[in-house]
Nanobody, 122 residues
Framework: QLQACGGGLVQAGGSLRLSCAAS????????MGWFRQAPGKEREFVAA????????DYGDSVKGRFTISRDNAKNTVYLQMNSLKPEETAVYYC?????????????????WGQGTLVTVSS
């Protein structure tokens, strides 16, 4: 099970840090990812991190502003979001991959959290 938290209301230009705690003892063996779905839009890739945490990947629109990290001792993955924009209002989902290597592909992820809402006001 994945439990995401940290969403909320923030002004444009502000920051939020999302957290996602996993209950599985195999957490450190699996890559993790963050995706988001804005109202009326398809879910899109935001960021991913390998099982070890040594390799990360970001969607083009968030590069340089968002940072994904993980603490395998705490079974938790984080998404630090800076310089947020109103168009980034969405439900943010964390997901656990079936694999060690990070991926942008949704079908590589077999466990999904319930999502946490991020609202960015203009």
């Amino acid at each position: 099970q994945l439990q995401a938290c940290g969403g909320g209301l923030v002004q444009a230009g502000g920051s939020l840090r999302l957290s996602c705690a996993a209950s599985e003892r195999t957490f450190s063996e699996k890559a993790m990812g963050w995706f988001r779905q804005a109202p009326g839009k398809e879910r899109e890739f935001v960021a991913a991190i390998s099982a070890s945490g040594s390799d990360t990947d970001y969607g083009d629109s968030v590069k340089g502003r968002f940072t994904i990290s993980r603490d395998n001792a705490k079974n938790t993955v984080y998404l630090q979001m800076n310089s947020l924009k109103p168009e980034e209002t969405a439900v943010y989902y964390c997901a656990q991959s079936q694999y060690i290597l990070r991926s942008r592909v949704e079908r590589d992820y077999n466990y999904w959290g319930q999502g946490t809402l991020v609202t960015v006001s203009s």
